[in-house]
T-cell receptor
Framework: DTGVSQDPRHKITKRGQNVTFRCDPISEHNRLYWYRQTLGQGPEFLTYFQNEAQLEKSRLLSDRFSAERPKGSFSTLEIQRTEQGDSAMYLC?????????????FGEGSRLTVL | AQSVTQLGSHVSVSEGALVLLRCNYSSSVPPYLFWYVQYPNQGLQLLLKYTSAATLVKGINGFEAEFKKSETSFHLTKPSAHMSDAAEYFCAVSRSGGYNKLIFGAGTRLAVHP
């Protein structure tokens, strides 16, 4: 297993366009998280899945954002009608439920630039 | 609610000098505490974690951190800095007994000079 993978690594789009990011977690991990990181800040929690169920959503996740994990494996994060303020690094992480104090394993992120 | 404060957004040390990165947390329940490192254009990598066992935690690359409940602190140290330690460091907290949602501090960028 090569760890958490994210695609694309970089995305440049024009304001108003829709974008979608994909995350493939470590295969045996049933928990998956999305975070957003802006320049000079720490990662901010967006949402969390246990298997296919989305169990928590941050208030940062406006109506333009939607995340899915249809089969409890990979996840997608879609941003509709992008705004310049959406420019950030979107990080995906996964963990194993049994490991209560476990670390989150992060992917290398998808950097979004909205022009 | 939980939160993390990292004192000093930028720290600069000479190669071979002591590294001290400060982290204070706020939590209404016993916390789990983590330090992650991020190199440019990469994801976050775990350095070490505190999970209510030993209060002095040793991690990778010679780093260690001490949990001090009375001071609500979890400072990261390394006796001798190496050029390869230059990176951004994040302290994070999660709830013990809950799922592993992490709340991160704003980060400290460490520069190491020859």
């Amino acid at each position: 297993d090569t760890g958490v993978s994210q695609d694309p690594r970089h995305k440049i789009t024009k304001r108003g366009q829709n974008v979608t990011f994909r995350c493939d977690p470590i295969s045996e991990h049933n928990r998956l998280y999305w975070y957003r990181q802006t320049l000079g800040q720490g990662p901010e929690f967006l949402t969390y899945f246990q298997n296919e169920a989305q169990l928590e959503k941050s208030r940062l996740l406006s109506d333009r954002f939607s995340a899915e994990r249809p089969k409890g494996s990979f996840s997608t994060l879609e941003i509709q009608r992008t705004e310049q303020g959406d420019s950030a690094m979107y990080l995906c992480a996964s963990s194993f439920e049994v490991d209560k104090a476990g670390e989150l394993f992060f992917g290398e992120g998808s950097r979004l630039t909205v022009l | 609610a939980q939160s993390v404060t990292q004192l000093g957004s930028h720290v600069s040390v000479s190669e071979g000098a002591l590294v001290l990165l400060r982290c204070n947390y706020s939590s209404s329940v016993p916390p789990y505490l983590f330090w992650y490192v991020q190199y440019p254009n990469q994801g976050l990598q775990l350095l070490l974690k505190y999970t209510s066992a030993a209060t002095l935690v040793k991690g990778i690359n010679g780093f260690e951190a001490e949990f001090k409940k009375s001071e609500t602190s979890f400072h990261l140290t390394k006796p001798s800095a190496h050029m390869s330690d230059a990176a951004e460091y994040f302290c994070a907290v999660s709830r013990s007994g809950g799922y592993n949602k992490l709340i991160f501090g704003a980060g400290t960028r460490l520069a190491v000079h020859p």
